[in-house]
């Protein structure tokens, strides 16, 4: 299920060859193959794509979702290099799933998490459904053992805490990990009354879920919601951060797997994912539920690109040491 990164994504306009103040992405980038050994890596992070939207179909959902990592990583590579001094970006390749074998590549992907953690480097995991999510967290607990605090905030408007009975799907994620890891904590920020049933806010309240409604979410207001997040991280060792595009308003982010009539601004998004990849005990990202094939004039997936760039530029494990 794993694919090497390619060279030939990685393309774009060439303003300089020799002067990096106007490099771009592309001309930045590493190649890193994780069927080969891996070295301890400083001050670097890794994209890996997650090819997959058997979650989403399983959900009832629009498919598209697994030509994203392509398309974002394409629209990443276009855009300039602002990142400091020292830091390393790297595309670690793609796990796909194959045949609808949604757990066993979610399985996959959480082997690669856990290598890239390993080495050092902070993983940006492109989606894919949110089934991404799950992955991602089997990665960051095996790279952090069992007993580790571990804090997950996701940026959506769905808490996604459906009953697996028949299997999980792209809106189980969160309860199956609730239910399997009680040194987990969950905090949703953009929570829309009209994308979740009653029963699934009683769900979350039986749960311990922490949220912060979309209607509450306002630029008057983002002080009230930094301090919630911090207090969220203190209360666990590290912290992980999902990213759903369906909880930016449809008229912002029409590519997506269930696109919403109201919804977080982009510049809001953007305010919340610089303060959460700043925090010292943030550790990975991901980013789920682009659609381009639905997309209008590829803007959900600039705006996915642009939220990418936006983590890598905050994130303090990228930033020198002092």
Same mark, same amino acid.
């Given at each position: 299920?794993?694919?090497?990164?390619?060279?030939?994504?990685?393309?774009?306009?060439?303003?300089?060859?020799?002067?990096?103040?106007?490099?771009?992405?592309?001309?930045?980038?590493?190649?890193?193959?994780?069927?080969?050994?891996?070295?301890?890596?400083?001050?670097?992070?890794?994209?890996?794509?997650?090819?997959?939207?058997?979650?989403?179909?399983?959900?009832?959902?629009?498919?598209?979702?697994?030509?994203?990592?392509?398309?974002?990583?394409?629209?990443?590579?276009?855009?300039?290099?602002?990142? /400091?001094?020292?830091?390393?970006?790297?595309?670690?390749?793609?796990?796909?799933?194959?045949?609808?074998?949604?757990?066993?590549?979610?399985?996959?992907?959480?082997?690669?998490?856990?290598?890239?953690?390993?080495?050092?480097?902070?993983?940006?995991?492109?989606?894919?459904?949110?089934?991404?999510?799950?992955?991602?967290?089997?990665?960051?607990?095996?790279?952090?053992?069992?007993?580790?605090?571990?804090?997950?905030?996701?940026?959506?408007?769905?808490?996604?805490?459906?009953?697996?009975?028949?299997? /999980?799907?792209?809106?189980?994620?969160?309860?199956?990990?609730?239910?399997?890891?009680?040194?987990?904590?969950?905090?949703?920020?953009?929570?829309?009354?009209?994308?979740?049933?009653?029963?699934?806010?009683?769900?979350?309240?039986?749960?311990?879920?922490?949220?912060?409604?979309?209607?509450?979410?306002?630029?008057?207001?983002?002080? %009230?919601?930094?301090e919630r997040i911090?207090?969220?991280?203190?209360?666990?060792?590290?912290?992980?951060?999902?990213?759903?595009?369906?909880?930016?308003?449809?008229? %912002?982010?029409?590519?997506?797997?269930? /696109?919403?009539?109201?919804?977080?601004?982009?510049?809001?998004?953007?305010?919340l994912i610089r303060?959460?990849?700043?925090?010292?005990?943030?550790?990975?990202?991901?980013?789920?539920?682009?659609?381009?094939?639905?997309?209008?004039?590829?803007?959900?997936?600039?705006?996915?690109?642009?939220?990418?760039?936006?983590?890598?530029?905050?994130?303090?494990?990228?930033? /020198?040491?002092?």
């Amino acid at each position: 299920m794993y694919q090497p990164p390619e060279a030939s994504c990685w393309t774009g306009r060439v303003d300089s060859v020799s002067d990096e103040r106007a490099f771009r992405l592309h001309q930045r980038i590493r190649l890193l193959d994780l069927s080969g050994p891996l070295t301890p890596l400083e001050q670097a992070a890794a994209f890996i794509g997650f090819v997959c939207d058997e979650g989403v179909r399983r959900n009832q959902g629009r498919q598209g979702a697994k030509e994203a990592p392509a398309a974002v990583k394409a629209a990443l590579a276009r855009l300039p290099w602002h990142l /400091p001094s020292g830091a390393s970006i790297y595309d670690a390749g793609d796990i796909v799933c194959a045949d609808g074998r949604l757990e066993q590549s979610q399985a996959e992907l959480g082997k690669a998490i856990a290598r890239l953690l390993q080495s050092g480097v902070a993983p940006v995991v492109i989606g894919g459904g949110h089934e991404t999510a799950y992955g991602h967290y089997l990665g960051v607990r095996a790279a952090l053992g069992p007993n580790a605090r571990l804090g997950i905030i996701n940026i959506d408007a769905h808490f996604d805490l459906r009953p697996y009975d028949n299997g /999980p799907t792209s809106g189980t994620m969160f309860r199956q990990i609730l239910d399997e890891d009680k040194q987990v904590g969950y905090c949703c920020l953009g929570i829309q009354r009209l994308g979740n049933t009653a029963a699934l806010f009683a769900d979350a309240e039986r749960y311990g879920c922490e949220y912060i409604l979309e209607e509450q979410l306002t630029a008057g207001a983002i002080e %009230a919601a930094y301090e919630r997040i911090e207090q969220f991280a203190s209360r666990h060792d590290s912290i992980i951060l999902t990213i759903c595009m369906d909880a930016i308003s449809a008229a %912002a982010a029409p590519g997506v797997s269930a /696109p919403s009539p109201f919804g977080l601004s982009p510049s809001l998004a953007r305010a919340l994912i610089r303060r959460i990849v700043s925090h010292p005990k943030t550790i990975s990202v991901d980013l789920c539920e682009v659609n381009p094939l639905v997309d209008e004039g590829g803007k959900t997936v600039a705006l996915a690109a642009a939220f990418c760039m936006e983590a890598l530029l905050h994130f303090r494990r990228l930033q /020198p040491r002092r």
